[in-house]
């Protein structure tokens, strides 16, 4: 059975400051956004809340609009959107192509699974810890349309 694809948006910015990026995830952010962050040494888990001390390498937040991912680069950011919806973001750059998405279920790993050595947690509000079954994530296909090319799989809220 195949799903409905709906039109998706795909944005891209380089040279993203520290402070740019806190604003940006600030503005993505709503009450059902969930963060994801990767250190060098470990990852955090997914949580309701982002941390207050922070130094990710890379991370995610994301809700049922959207999902953005940032990276390091040398001392600023690289920062993507992945979203159901239109931005209009200043100097964000949109990708091209004719992007369609679909969503589906996500599955949990273990998360004694070995490919997490340091462990891998749930975390609701104030940091409390859930069941990864309470969290109601699913993935975001984006596919280009004219090539049936699927280029990126978001998380999302269901």
């Known amino acids: 059975m195949s799903q409905e ?31 994801f962050l990767r250190y060098s040494h470990a990852v955090s888990g997914i949580g309701q809340e ?6 990710e ?3 995610q937040v994301f ?6 991912r940032w990276k390091k680069y040398r001392s600023s950011y690289e920062v ?12 964000f750059e949109k ?6 998405i679909c969503d589906r279920d996500a599955y949990w790993h273990n ?17 409390q810890s859930i069941k990864p079954e309470e969290i109601k994530i699913k993935q975001r296909y984006f596919q280009d349309s004219d090539t049936a ?3 990126f799989i978001a998380l999302t809220v269901n």
């Open 50 to 55: 982002l941390p207050f001390e922070r130094g």
């Open 111 to 127: 998360p004694e699974e070995t490919k997490f050595p340091k462990g891998f947690t749930f975390k609701g509000k104030n940091n």
């Open 57 to 59: 390498v890379e991370g």
């Open 95 to 100: 990708l091209t192509g004719n992007w369609a």
């Open 149 to 151: 090319t699927t280029h």
């Open 63 to 68: 809700n049922f609009i959207c999902e953005m």
């Open 80 to 91: 993507l959107i992945l979203s159901q919806q239109e931005f209009s973001l200043e100097g």
């Open 5 to 35: 694809l709906t039109p998706g948006y795909v944005y891209h910015k380089q040279l993203v400051s520290s402070d740019e990026l806190n604003t940006l995830i600030t503005q993505i952010s709503n009450s059902e956004s969930y963060y």
